[in-house]
């Protein structure tokens, strides 16, 4: 039976200007629901991380994502990086959740073949499983030098659909008000101690900054402060603060660019050439990867062969 053809041109469209009533990545709930939808419905082997899916797989998800959206060809490369950085997100969540919830009921999700599902099984069992995912839950539940866990108020919505809901009702969405949406409580405290530090440092680095301006004979205040400058300022604030990136922003940190082309205060992007270190340990996780899925392809094998015994013996 063929195919059914998509006509393609009655789809919701796709662009990161949003205008027109497009979508985009990371914005959208309808987007992220259809990335778990294809992930659920072409789901065949155990990819319990993005880097087990092979190639194959993650070309065919594009391809059956391609039918629920569609876009501008000459903006194809960035929404396949867009939908790859999104798909690796949804599918470590849902694994995640998966693996939760068999632990609680017993029970694999429907979309995940009982096969599957044992291959994934027996990999969270083996100590390297078990040391890896202890190591994960460590750095989360770290004080982080004395400030605690991290912890957010924001619940299930991503960080840029708290920036749409603060632009549509007409309020302020820079980066230090989503963060501020994020991370602060009905009575004025924050959730995070490093929000907190943030927070300060922000007010710090705004003061200083208008001083500037009054130096240079511009009468301005924080509310008159443009969203360029605001978001220069914020990215400023929590680079300092944080040592591992910058603190707050979720997925809003790849619109930091935009907010930081020409400021020195934009961290700058890793050159294209790689240290031999890194190659190395590129090289070897490759090697490893490779070998895992020669490992499950022969489980798989077996299992194959065990049905067919099975059914043979049934007939």
């Known amino acids: 039976m063929e195919e059914a053809v998509v006509d393609r ?6 662009h990161p200007s949003r205008e027109n009533g497009a979508k985009w990545f990371n914005h959208d709930t309808q987007v992220s629901t259809a990335v778990r939808k294809v992930i659920q419905s072409c789901f065949k082997g155990p990819y319990y991380s993005w880097k087990k899916v092979p190639p ?29 950085k999104l798909a690796a997100y949804r599918l470590k969540g849902m694994i995640s959740a998966a693996k939760k919830d068999a632990q609680k009921t017993g029970e694999k999700p429907d979309w995940i073949m009982s096969d599957v599902w044992a291959i994934m099984e027996a990999h969270w069992a ?14 989360r539940m770290s004080d982080r030098g004395g400030i605690g866990p991290y912890s957010h108020v924001a619940g299930s919505r991503s960080f840029a659909k708290v920036q749409d809901v ?11 008000a989503v963060m501020k949406k994020t991370h602060q409580k009905a009575d004025g405290t924050y959730s995070d101690q490093r929000a907190r530090l943030v927070a300060e440092a922000y007010e710090k ?14 009468q301005r205040t924080a ?8 978001n220069e300022i914020y990215v400023k604030a929590a680079t300092g603060v944080s040592n591992q990136g910058i603190f707050g922003l979720g997925a809003l940190r790849s619109e930091v660019l935009l907010a930081g082309e020409a400021s020195s205060s934009a961290p700058q992007l890793e ?4 240290c031999p270190q890194r190659m190395q340990e590129m090289e070897t996780e490759l090697k490893e990867s490779r070998e895992e899925n020669l490992q499950i ?5 077996a299992l194959e062969k065990k049905l067919e015994s099975l059914e043979r013996q049934n007939a």
């Not at 100590?127 to 750095?139: D, F, G, L, V």
């Not at 680095?205 to 511009?218: M, T």
């Not at 509310?223 to 605001?230: A, F, Q, S, T």
């Open 9 to 14: 041109s009655v789809l919701p469209m796709l």
């Open 56 to 84: 194959f797989y993650k070309g065919t998800w594009f391809s059956l994502f391609k039918k629920k959206f569609n876009w501008n060809p000459a903006i194809n490369h960035q929404v396949k990086g867009e939908f790859d």
């Open 126 to 139: 083996t100590a390297k499983a078990i040391e890896k995912s202890a190591k994960a839950r460590a750095s």
């Open 166 to 176: 603060l632009e549509a009702n007409n309020e302020d969405f820079c980066f230090f």
């Open 205 to 218: 680095h705004l003061e200083e900054h208008l001083g500037q301006l009054e130096i240079a004979g511009e």
């Open 223 to 230: 509310e008159n402060l443009g969203l360029r400058e605001k």
């Open 271 to 274: 050159e294209p050439e790689m």
């Open 297 to 301: 392809q022969r489980r798989l094998e």
